[in-house]
């Protein structure tokens, strides 16, 4: 399978050096399985200050990215990989689930993901937008949280990330309503009094299924 080329436009690249440069994600690019490449924003600017902002019309708060410097970005990235697909990430996009991370690591190729900044972005770039996805129900300061959510879901998936594990077989059967994981435990065996479930260090393997399955279910928060 050819690499996922993962391509990122944002005034801040050094965001993702920690959660590129490590674990998992590293792991992909060192094996060749996924390619990230930053492209700052800033460059396509306009101006001796390279502007990449301005006021919203009709007045508002805030500063919004031009639409100029972003399709210039834009270009330049489809000109790396012309079939890649274009991700926004907005409050206003459709919710992001495992679904959605499953079809984007099986059917689709490159990607390109725009980090908005500030107050927002000219509406006019969703023209050469494929995707938009909101990742929940609060707002952020900028795309680059959730642009770094959108690669770590789908890196995961990509086969001979998650090497020797069938984690990613297991999941590749549910749904997005069906995510939850039963509770694991490691030694101790005994920790502050607290057992660990008998029936996990039966060997019964029909019995641990069982009780896997019976134990999916959403944590209670307390109080
Ligand atoms: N930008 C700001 N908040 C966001 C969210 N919840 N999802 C996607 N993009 C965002």
Redesign the pocket.
């Known amino acids: 399978m050819a690499s996922k080329k993962i391509q990122i436009i944002t005034l801040f690249p050094e965001m993702f050096e920690g959660v590129l440069g490590n674990s998992m994600l590293w792991k992909a690019s060192d094996r060749g399985i996924a390619e990230y490449s930053l492209i700052n924003l800033r460059e396509y600017g306009q101006g001796p200050r390279r502007q990449v902002d301005d006021t919203p019309y009709g007045g508002g708060d805030g500063m919004l990215l031009m639409v100029e410097p972003l399709l210039k970005a834009i270009e330049v990235a489809k000109a790396n990989d012309p079939s890649a697909k274009v991700y926004?990430?907005?409050?206003r996009?459709e919710l992001?689930k495992q679904s959605t991370a499953k079809r984007i690591a099986t059917e689709e190729q490159g990607m390109i993901i725009i980090c908005?900044r500030y107050e927002g972005y000219d509406e006019r770039i969703t023209e050469w937008v494929d995707h938009q996805?909101?990742?929940?129900?609060?707002?952020?300061?900028?795309?680059e949280?959730?642009a770094m959510i959108l690669i770590d879901s789908v890196v995961r998936l990509l086969p001979g990330v998650l090497g020797g594990e069938t984690s990613t077989e297991i999941e590749s059967f549910q749904q997005d309503d069906e995510n939850i994981e039963f509770p694991q435990y490691t030694r101790p065996e005994t920790f502050q009094d607290r057992a660990v479930p008998p029936v996990l260090l039966s060997g019964n393997h029909a019995a641990i299924e069982k009780w896997r399955s019976e134990n999916s279910q959403p944590s209670v928060n307390k109080g």
């Open positions: 926004l990430p907005t409050p996009g992001y908005p996805f909101c990742i929940g129900g609060y707002v952020l300061t900028g795309g949280l959730p």
